[in-house]
C-alpha cells in the first residue's frame, strides 16, 4: 500500500475552515469567482443561450427568403407533434429496449471484471474501453456485413427460426435483419454498452468481497446473495449506465440512418433532416424542445424513483 | 450434477465473455476488411486479400484532409476544455462561493442532454448570429461539450486528495505558487490527464454535434458519414484498424510502465 492511502483522509470540505478565514482580502475571496468565470461564461454563451435561441426560433413564423420573425406561434408545437409522434414513440422505445438490452448483456460483463477476473481484470477493461479508440460510425458500418442479408448471423437465427419468431412481432421482415428495427436496437445497444458496463464495473467494484462471504457464511444460496446483497449495492451503477445510454440512444440518429430504413427513423433523424436539409428551422427546434422536455422528465422522475439524487 | 453445478457457477463468466465479443466483434470485422477489395463502392462483402489499401492509406481524396482536421480539432479542443474545466473543478472543491448549485447544474446539464438537443440549439445560436459555419464553430462546440467531463473527471481526483500535504508544503515555507506547482498540480495530475484523454476521445468522434455545426468543414467522422452515403473506401478501415492498435499500444504501455513504478517504490 502506498503511502498517501494509509491515512484516512479528511474530506476537503471539512478541512477548509482550517485555511485562515480572518482577514481574508477581498482578492483572495475572488479567486473562486475568476477560476469559475471563463468555463461558466463558456456554458452560459454556449450551452444555456443557445437554448433560448431555440426556444424563441421554435416559435418564430416565416420563410428561408423573407426571413423568420417571432410570432408567438405556439401551433408549431403541437402540428410537429402531431406529425412526427411515431417517431417519439418509436424513440424511446428503441432507446429503452436497447438500455434494457445494454444492462441484461453488460452485467455479467462488469460482474465478471469485478468479481471474477482475478489477474486478468485489466486486459478484459482495456478490451471493454479499446473499440472506442476506432470511430464510432466506423464500427457501426461494420454491422452492416456482420447482419448482412444471407451472413452468418442471419443464417444461424433462420435455422434457428428465431427470425420466424421475431419476423411475426414485426422486429424483422423477410428473413433479414438489416433495414429492420432489430437492427437499430442492435446497434444502439452495441454502441451504447460500454457507457453501460463501466459505471457498473465502478460500483460493484466497491463491493467489500467479503459481503458475500458473509451472506454465504449465513447459508444465503448465490441466488440470494445476488438479490439482497449485490444487487441493492450496485444500484448508483444501474441507474448511472441507465441514464448514460438512454439519454444519448433517445436522441441518436446515426444508427436509425445506416442500419435501418425510412420506417425505422428516429426522431434525431426528423431534427436532423429539418434543420440540415428542409431547413424548417421553427419545426426543428420545436421538435428538439419536446425531445429535451421528454428526456428530462424521464430522467428526473427515473432519478426520484430510484432514490438516488445524490448521485448528481 | 457436478458439471452442471460449475456451470451454472461459471454462467456469469460466460455471459460476460459473449458479451466481451459482441464488443470486440465489429473491431475484427472492420480489421479484416482493411484487407478486402471490394467489388463497387461499398466495402460490406468480402472478396479477396489485398494490400493496397495499406500501401496507399491516403488514396482517397480529403481523407487524410479530414483525419488532420479532426486531430487539430480534438488538440485545441482538449486544450482549451482542460484548461477552463481544471479551473471550474478546483473552484468547486476548493472554495466556497455563492450560486454553487446553479454552478453544479449547469455543467451536469450538458451531459444530461441528447447530443441532437445540443446541437440543434447551439446551431440557432450561431444562425441568429450570423456566424459562418465552419473550424471555429466546431471547435467552440467541442470545447462545450467536452468541459463537463473534464470537470468530473479532475473533480474526482481533486477530491481524494489529502489537504494535509499542501499544508505540509505550507509548513515547510513554499509559497502559494510553489505549493501549487510542486505539491498539488502532480497530485491531481492523473485525474487532469483523465480528463483531457476522455476529451480528445470525445472530441475526435463526435459527430453529431459536427453534424450539424459544421457547415461544408469535413472531419474524419463526416467523411465516414458521408462515404456511408456514396461508398466506402477501403482506407477508411485502415485508418480505424490503426487507431485501435495505436491506442492499445499506448494504453499496454502506459500500463507497464506504471506496473514498474509500482513495484520500485515498492522495493
Redesign the interface.
Given at each position: 500500500m502506498?503511502a498517501?492511502d494509509t491515512?484516512p483522509?479528511?474530506?476537503?470540505e471539512e478541512?477548509?475552515p482550517?485555511r485562515p478565514v480572518r482577514g481574508r482580502s477581498l482578492r483572495k475571496r475572488l479567486?473562486?469567482?475568476w477560476?469559475?468565470l471563463?468555463?461558466?461564461l463558456?456554458?452560459?454563451v454556449?450551452?444555456?443561450?443557445?437554448?433560448v435561441?431555440?426556444a424563441?426560433?421554435s416559435v418564430q413564423t416565416g420563410s428561408l427568403e423573407q426571413g423568420f420573425r417571432v410570432t408567438w406561434h405556439f401551433r408549431t408545437y403541437a402540428d410537429a407533434f402531431a406529425d412526427y409522434y411515431p417517431q417519439f414513440v418509436r424513440s424511446l422505445l428503441y432507446a429503452g429496449t436497447a438500455t434494457l438490452l445494454c444492462l441484461l448483456?453488460?452485467y455479467?460483463?462488469?460482474?465478471?471484471?469485478a468479481f471474477?477476473a482475478g489477474r486478468w481484470r485489466?486486459l478484459?477493461l482495456?478490451?471493454?474501453?479499446?473499440?472506442?479508440?476506432?470511430?464510432?460510425?466506423?464500427?457501426?458500418?461494420?454491422?452492416?456485413?456482420?447482419l448482412?442479408d444471407g451472413g452468418a448471423v442471419v443464417d444461424a437465427l433462420e435455422g434457428l427460426h428465431v427470425l420466424d419468431v421475431t419476423s411475426r412481432l414485426g422486429w424483422t421482415e423477410d428473413n433479414r435483419i438489416l433495414a429492420t428495427p432489430m437492427a437499430v436496437v442492435c446497434g444502439l445497444t452495441?454502441n451504447f454498452?460500454?457507457f453501460m458496463?463501466l459505471p457498473l464495473y465502478t460500483s460493484l467494484d466497491r463491493i467489500d468481497p467479503r459481503l458475500h462471504e458473509a451472506a454465504g457464511d449465513l447459508y444465503a444460496t448465490?441466488a440470494a446473495t445476488f438479490r439482497t446483497v449485490t444487487l441493492p449495492l450496485s444500484m448508483p451503477g444501474v441507474v448511472a449506465g441507465t441514464?448514460l445510454t438512454f439519454?444519448?440512444a433517445?436522441?441518436?440518429?446515426?444508427n436509425a440512418e445506416?442500419l435501418g430504413s425510412t420506417d425505422t427513423k428516429m426522431v434525431?433523424s426528423v431534427?436532423?433532416s429539418q434543420?440540415?436539409r428542409v431547413l424548417d428551422?421553427p419545426t426543428?427546434?420545436a421538435l428538439?424542445?419536446i425531445?429535451?422536455a421528454v428526456?428530462?422528465l424521464v430522467?428526473t422522475v427515473y432519478i426520484r424513483r430510484s432514490g438516488t439524487e445524490d448521485l448528481? | 450434477m457436478r458439471l452442471l453445478r460449475s456451470l451454472r457457477?461459471n454462467?456469469?463468466?460466460i455471459?460476460?465473455?459473449l458479451?466481451?465479443a459482441?464488443?470486440?466483434?465489429?473491431?475484427l470485422?472492420?480489421t479484416v476488411?482493411s484487407f478486402n477489395r471490394p467489388n463497387g463502392r461499398f466495402n460490406?462483402?468480402w472478396q479477396r486479400f489485398s494490400l493496397d489499401a495499406w500501401k496507399d492509406p491516403c488514396g482517397v481524396a480529403d481523407l487524410c484532409g479530414s483525419l488532420s482536421l479532426s486531430l487539430r480539432i480534438a488538440a485545441l479542443a482538449t486544450l482549451g476544455a482542460t484548461v477552463?474545466?481544471t479551473?471550474?473543478a478546483?473552484?468547486l472543491?476548493?472554495?466556497?462561493?455563492r450560486a454553487r448549485g446553479a454552478?453544479?447544474s449547469?455543467?451536469?446539464?450538458?451531459m444530461?442532454?441528447?447530443?441532437?438537443?445540443?446541437a440543434?440549439?447551439?446551431?440557432?445560436?450561431f444562425?441568429?448570429m450570423g456566424a459562418e459555419l465552419g473550424f471555429l464553430t466546431v471547435l467552440?462546440?467541442h470545447?462545450?461539450f467536452c468541459?463537463?467531463f473534464v470537470?468530473t473527471a479532475v473533480k474526482a481526483r481533486?477530491?481524494?486528495?489529502?489537504?494535509?500535504?499542501e499544508?505540509a508544503a505550507r509548513d515547510l515555507y513554499a509559497g502559494p505558487a510553489q505549493t501549487f506547482l510542486r505539491v498539488t498540480l502532480p497530485i491531481a495530475a492523473p485525474g487532469i490527464a483523465a480528463g483531457a484523454l476522455l476529451a480528445f476521445?470525445l472530441s475526435?468522434?463526435d459527430?453529431?454535434i459536427t453534424?450539424?455545426n459544421a457547415g461544408s468543414t469535413v472531419t474524419?467522422?463526416m467523411f465516414?458519414?458521408g462515404s456511408?452515403q456514396r461508398g466506402?473506401p477501403v482506407q477508411?478501415?485502415v485508418?480505424?484498424?490503426a487507431?485501435?492498435v495505436?491506442?492499445?499500444a499506448v494504453?499496454?504501455v502506459g500500463?507497464l510502465v506504471a506496473g514498474r513504478r509500482r513495484n520500485n517504490?515498492r522495493k
Amino acid at each position: 500500500m502506498s503511502a498517501t492511502d494509509t491515512p484516512p483522509a479528511p474530506p476537503a470540505e471539512e478541512a477548509a475552515p482550517a485555511r485562515p478565514v480572518r482577514g481574508r482580502s477581498l482578492r483572495k475571496r475572488l479567486v473562486p469567482y475568476w477560476l469559475l468565470l471563463p468555463g461558466i461564461l463558456w456554458l452560459l454563451v454556449f450551452f444555456a443561450l443557445p437554448m433560448v435561441y431555440q426556444a424563441s426560433t421554435s416559435v418564430q413564423t416565416g420563410s428561408l427568403e423573407q426571413g423568420f420573425r417571432v410570432t408567438w406561434h405556439f401551433r408549431t408545437y403541437a402540428d410537429a407533434f402531431a406529425d412526427y409522434y411515431p417517431q417519439f414513440v418509436r424513440s424511446l422505445l428503441y432507446a429503452g429496449t436497447a438500455t434494457l438490452l445494454c444492462l441484461l448483456l453488460g452485467y455479467p460483463l462488469a460482474y465478471l471484471i469485478a468479481f471474477r477476473a482475478g489477474r486478468w481484470r485489466n486486459l478484459l477493461l482495456v478490451l471493454v474501453i479499446a473499440p472506442f479508440f476506432t470511430s464510432f460510425l466506423i464500427r457501426t458500418l461494420a454491422w452492416k456485413t456482420i447482419l448482412a442479408d444471407g451472413g452468418a448471423v442471419v443464417d444461424a437465427l433462420e435455422g434457428l427460426h428465431v427470425l420466424d419468431v421475431t419476423s411475426r412481432l414485426g422486429w424483422t421482415e423477410d428473413n433479414r435483419i438489416l433495414a429492420t428495427p432489430m437492427a437499430v436496437v442492435c446497434g444502439l445497444t452495441y454502441n451504447f454498452l460500454p457507457f453501460m458496463i463501466l459505471p457498473l464495473y465502478t460500483s460493484l467494484d466497491r463491493i467489500d468481497p467479503r459481503l458475500h462471504e458473509a451472506a454465504g457464511d449465513l447459508y444465503a444460496t448465490p441466488a440470494a446473495t445476488f438479490r439482497t446483497v449485490t444487487l441493492p449495492l450496485s444500484m448508483p451503477g444501474v441507474v448511472a449506465g441507465t441514464l448514460l445510454t438512454f439519454i444519448p440512444a433517445s436522441g441518436d440518429y446515426v444508427n436509425a440512418e445506416l442500419l435501418g430504413s425510412t420506417d425505422t427513423k428516429m426522431v434525431g433523424s426528423v431534427i436532423q433532416s429539418q434543420f440540415l436539409r428542409v431547413l424548417d428551422y421553427p419545426t426543428a427546434a420545436a421538435l428538439s424542445f419536446i425531445l429535451m422536455a421528454v428526456v428530462l422528465l424521464v430522467v428526473t422522475v427515473y432519478i426520484r424513483r430510484s432514490g438516488t439524487e445524490d448521485l448528481l | 450434477m457436478r458439471l452442471l453445478r460449475s456451470l451454472r457457477r461459471n454462467l456469469v463468466v460466460i455471459a460476460g465473455l459473449l458479451t466481451l465479443a459482441c464488443l470486440v466483434l465489429p473491431n475484427l470485422v472492420v480489421t479484416v476488411f482493411s484487407f478486402n477489395r471490394p467489388n463497387g463502392r461499398f466495402n460490406y462483402a468480402w472478396q479477396r486479400f489485398s494490400l493496397d489499401a495499406w500501401k496507399d492509406p491516403c488514396g482517397v481524396a480529403d481523407l487524410c484532409g479530414s483525419l488532420s482536421l479532426s486531430l487539430r480539432i480534438a488538440a485545441l479542443a482538449t486544450l482549451g476544455a482542460t484548461v477552463l474545466g481544471t479551473m471550474i473543478a478546483f473552484a468547486l472543491v476548493r472554495y466556497r462561493f455563492r450560486a454553487r448549485g446553479a454552478v453544479n447544474s449547469l455543467i451536469f446539464l450538458p451531459m444530461a442532454m441528447p447530443e441532437v438537443v445540443m446541437a440543434a440549439s447551439l446551431l440557432t445560436l450561431f444562425l441568429n448570429m450570423g456566424a459562418e459555419l465552419g473550424f471555429l464553430t466546431v471547435l467552440i462546440a467541442h470545447i462545450m461539450f467536452c468541459l463537463s467531463f473534464v470537470v468530473t473527471a479532475v473533480k474526482a481526483r481533486v477530491l481524494s486528495m489529502d489537504p494535509r500535504l499542501e499544508e505540509a508544503a505550507r509548513d515547510l515555507y513554499a509559497g502559494p505558487a510553489q505549493t501549487f506547482l510542486r505539491v498539488t498540480l502532480p497530485i491531481a495530475a492523473p485525474g487532469i490527464a483523465a480528463g483531457a484523454l476522455l476529451a480528445f476521445a470525445l472530441s475526435f468522434d463526435d459527430f453529431i454535434i459536427t453534424n450539424f455545426n459544421a457547415g461544408s468543414t469535413v472531419t474524419f467522422p463526416m467523411f465516414v458519414w458521408g462515404s456511408a452515403q456514396r461508398g466506402t473506401p477501403v482506407q477508411i478501415n485502415v485508418i480505424g484498424t490503426a487507431m485501435f492498435v495505436i491506442a492499445v499500444a499506448v494504453v499496454l504501455v502506459g500500463q507497464l510502465v506504471a506496473g514498474r513504478r509500482r513495484n520500485n517504490t515498492r522495493k
